[in-house]
């Protein structure tokens, strides 16, 4: 049975990221969905947009013009606080969450102060204020190292992907996120563990695992696994 795959992508990235893994999903016969959230991508001049709110309604606006009812909605890193809001939007549109590498925070929280270490949140906002426009961006070695250092830095993938990169609005780092419906929700949910991960480390990955109440799946590789192990997180999504 043919499958519907919303693909969210996280920080600084957009949807071109997904592009190895849809069409993979799409090969064997699924519907895939990506986007670019507001901020990002093809709209990154909609950076001053950019909140965990607009993000998820993005989501749910595209389902919705997508005509989508039965969404395995994955979002990766940042987009682990995304696809729990545009499931609060979107209720019957959503079958499935899936958690890849992402941020899952308890009611309230914010991705900053549940997941970053003091060392990273001095760097993002040190890298914000030098800016002086709200949005940050890691250096292309910095961002090679925290989210793709599974590849070698020469690897093309990883060309691709730095020349890619948007900045990235501070706001939805650092605001608080209301989840109070989502973790009242029942939706099934999976949530996937990157072993070699910088960004979102196996023991954060646990903690957010369990906020979830589930047991992660893991995977052998660093943050961005849809760069390096396509085929493997293909292979996975459609077991969902």
């Given at each position: ?48 947009r950019a909140s965990v709110e ?121 605001e608080s996120v209301d989840l ?14 990157c072993l070699q991960d910088k ?42």
């Amino acid at each position: 049975m043919a499958n519907e795959y919303v693909l969210v992508h996280g920080a600084c990235h957009g949807a071109w990221c997904w592009d190895e893994v849809a069409a993979r999903l799409r090969a064997k016969g699924h519907r895939v969905v990506t986007l670019d959230l507001p901020g990002h991508g093809r709209r990154a001049a909609e950076v001053r947009r950019a909140s965990v709110e607009a993000y998820g309604r993005a989501v749910a606006d595209a389902m919705a013009l997508e005509g989508v009812s039965r969404a395995v909605l994955v979002g990766h890193s940042m987009g682990g606080l995304v696809i729990p809001k545009a499931a609060e939007l979107a209720p019957a549109r959503v079958a499935h969450l899936v958690f890849l590498a992402a941020a899952v925070v308890p009611d309230g929280g914010s991705l900053a102060g549940t997941l970053m270490t003091p060392a990273g949140r001095a760097m993002m906002t040190g890298n914000a204020a030098a800016r002086g426009d709200g949005t940050f961006l890691y250096p292309a070695e910095v961002a090679w190292a925290r989210w793709m250092g599974d590849m070698p830095r020469s690897d093309p993938r990883v060309s691709r992907a730095i020349s890619l990169l948007t900045p990235q609005a501070l706001r939805p780092f650092v605001e608080s996120v209301d989840l109070r419906v989502f973790y009242g929700m029942r939706v099934p949910r999976t949530y996937i563990r990157c072993l070699q991960d910088k960004a979102v480390v196996p023991a954060r990955a646990d903690d957010c695992a369990a906020r979830l109440g589930v047991k992660p799946v893991d995977m052998d590789c660093a943050h961005n696994p849809m760069l390096s192990q396509p085929d493997e997180l293909a292979r996975i999504l459609e077991k969902i």
